[in-house]
């Protein structure tokens, strides 16, 4: 016997069978195992595909996200930029404001300098107290000449109240002796009177004020003046027009161009030949004025009346002397008279008022 | 561009009344204006402190006064001032009111302009109304104002006193009137305040308790020429520690 089994007995065949069989088992088995392999495959595959599919979705939203995030990176840049743009220009505008300030500022010292160099004059108490206020203090004197008409006459009284009572009492008859007297009318006194005073002021490029000028003939002062004044080599120019104000103790001289008086102005003190040798004079600028606001008020006089209506019918001096006799007379309504002033018809005459002097 | 500025002025109310004719050879018209000359100065303020004084003397002194009073007193050194204005102004204005010429405003009419003239020259002439004879009528109808000149002096002048007036332009209307006059501006000066000539400021004045005789015994010593003194115009002077100090008012002279 052989250890194969043999197709030719049928042991042998049962055998082969038997072979054939496992043979056949065990690829069915295989096949099962591959069977099973594939389905975990597929399965697996079914995993990668779904997890692919979950990364793409992931990958484009954090696509869009970025997109967005970007969107909103570029809106913030813009942003800042528009801000940074603002901020320039806060800038600019400051440096201009600043600029501005520092003109005005350049003004200003412009302005203390010309009055800084303004000449001094000596000082004097005027006799009465006050506490100075915001703005600058000003008193005035005011001297008014007061063209009369004919037939008319002003008389002062000393008292306020006599002459109210001669003003209420509007007409008077004035009595010339015998039976003769003569009707007058009494009339209150108004003058005008400056309220308030608006005046611009300009630095004057052509003039030139001198100060420190020694005491001296007029009409010479002014020739050194201008002989001086008038060469280059003093830093002068053609003269206009030149001549000393003797109540301020200074001249002003006029040039034909307008570059000569700064160029003075800031040398200050000059050397000229004046009266003996030389002096030291003094040169500031020229301030030009001119009123751009004048405000007045009517001043009613307190003690001062005038008559009218006054005839002709005697010589002035006579009329004048009855007037004030009649006007004195406290029968009369009338007191002590200060001073009285007739203009006779057909004849001028200027009456002054002035603030009267406060007796101590 | 040269440098310009504003000076404002509010300009005290004095007193004014006639004190005398002018002097002189009168040559003007009786329809002359009536000229004022408004001499207008800056007053800068001295401080006065206790126990100082001010004097102001009638004339200029050439030598300044010898000190030799009963109680002590120094003359101060006169830079040793300091003024509350430094630099003064000083200006003259020169009016010049007419005393026939009215300026009338707020002249409102929808009448043609001759007949708004003839009407303000009727209205104006009118006595009850304080009016008289009118000269001329000059309408300006874009302002709504109009000048009147009057034959005679002394109209305008009492109707500008009133302010307004009733005019006749067809109805019965107020109109405002006002002074005509011309200003100008002369003398006009800045002046640094300098050495006073004219005011003595003396300090270290013991104070004896009375401060009127204090001020009298300054008065008599330095009236008396022996001191060198003269006539005084004004003094000021301080005790006392209720007022420890007060301004007084200078002048540029």
New interface residues.
């Given amino acids: 016997m052989s250890d194969e089994p043999s197709e030719e007995t049928l042991e042998g065949l049962r055998a082969l069978i038997q072979n054939e069989k496992d043979k056949l088992s065990q690829l069915e088995q295989e096949q099962k195992d591959l069977d099973q392999s594939i389905r975990e495959t597929q399965n697996l595959t079914q995993q990668f595909r779904v997890r692919t599919q979950n990364l793409q979705q992931d990958l484009d939203l954090d696509q869009i996200r970025t997109k967005d995030q970007e969107a909103q990176d570029q809106e913030q840049l813009e942003l800042g930029k528009q801000e940074e743009q603002e901020l320039k220009m806060e800038l600019e505008q400051v440096y201009s404001e600043l600029s501005e300030e520092e003109a005005k500022m350049e003004k200003l010292r412009a302005r203390v300098d010309v009055f800084s160099g303004a000449p001094e004059r000596s000082v004097v108490f005027c006799g009465h107290t006050e506490r100075p206020g915001k703005g600058p203090l000003f008193n005035m004197e005011p001297l008014v000449e007061y063209p009369m008409e004919g037939g008319t006459a002003f008389i002062i009284f000393e008292e306020e109240e006599v002459a109210q009572r001669i003003l209420s009492m509007h007409k008077h008859k004035v009595d010339l002796g015998g039976e003769f007297h003569l009707n007058v009318e009494v009339r209150p006194v108004s003058i005008i009177l400056p309220s308030s005073v608006q005046v611009q002021a300009q630095v004057c490029p052509r003039r030139i004020l001198v100060s420190c000028l020694p005491q001296m003939d007029k009409a010479r002062l002014e020739d050194k003046l201008y002989i001086h004044f008038s060469q280059a080599k003093n830093g002068g120019g053609a003269v206009d027009e030149w001549h000393v104000q003797e109540e301020s103790g200074t001249a002003v001289i006029t040039f034909m161009q307008d570059n000569i008086a700064k160029g003075l102005t800031d040398v200050e003190f000059h050397d000229v030949k004046l009266s003996e040798g030389t002096n030291r004079v003094r040169v500031t600028p020229f301030i030009n004025g001119n009123v751009t606001d004048l405000q007045t008020r009517f001043k009613l006089c307190q003690r001062t009346v005038l008559l009218t209506g006054i005839p002709d019918i005697a010589d002035p001096e006579t009329l004048q002397d009855l007037l004030e006799i009649h006007f004195q007379k406290k029968t009369s309504g009338g007191g002590e008279i200060e001073a009285i002033l007739y203009c006779p018809v057909g004849q001028t005459r200027t009456a002054l008022f002035h603030t009267p002097q406060k007796d101590k | 561009t040269?440098?310009?500025?504003?000076?404002?002025?509010?300009?005290?109310?004095?007193?004014?009344?006639?004190?005398?004719?002018?002097p002189g050879v009168?040559?003007?018209?009786?329809?002359?204006?009536?000229?004022?000359?408004?001499?207008?100065?800056?007053?800068?303020?001295?401080l006065?402190k206790e126990g100082q004084a001010?004097?102001?003397f009638e004339e200029e002194r050439d030598a300044l006064p010898v000190c030799q009073m009963p109680s002590l007193c120094v003359r101060c050194p006169p830079r040793s001032v300091s003024?509350?204005?430094p630099?003064v102004?000083s200006?003259q204005?020169h009016?010049a009111?007419s005393?026939c010429d009215l300026d009338v405003s707020e002249v409102v009419s929808a009448m043609p302009n001759e007949r708004v003239e003839d009407c303000l020259a009727l209205s104006f002439s009118r006595p009850s109304r304080g009016g008289a004879e009118v000269q001329s009528v000059k309408f300006n109808p874009r302002k709504s104002t109009a000048r009147i000149h009057f034959q005679?002096?002394?109209v305008a002048?009492s109707l500008?006193?009133r302010g307004e007036f009733s005019a006749d332009l067809g109805f019965q209307t107020k109109v405002k009137v006002s002074?005509v006059?011309d200003?100008?501006?002369h003398?006009?000066?800045?002046?640094?305040?300098?050495?006073?000539?004219?005011?003595l400021l003396l300090d270290g004045i013991k104070d004896t308790g009375d401060e009127e005789e204090e001020q009298d015994q300054l008065e008599i010593h330095f009236q008396k020429p022996s001191n060198g003194g003269g006539e005084i115009?004004?003094t000021?002077y301080l005790v006392g520690v209720v007022l420890c100090s007060?301004?007084?008012?200078?002048?540029?002279?």
Avoid: M
């Fill in positions: 040269p440098l310009t500025f504003q000076i404002c002025a509010d300009l005290p109310d004095k007193e004014v009344e006639f004190i005398k004719p002018k009168d040559d003007v018209t009786s329809e002359a204006p009536i000229r004022g000359q408004f001499s207008v100065y800056q007053q800068g303020a001295l006065l001010l004097i102001t003024y509350s204005c630099r102004l200006l204005i009016l009111v005393r005679r002096t002394g002048e500008a006193l002074p006059f200003v100008q501006l003398k006009f000066q800045v002046n640094s305040c300098g050495v006073p000539k004219r005011t115009e004004h000021k007060t301004w007084c008012c200078c002048r540029v002279e």
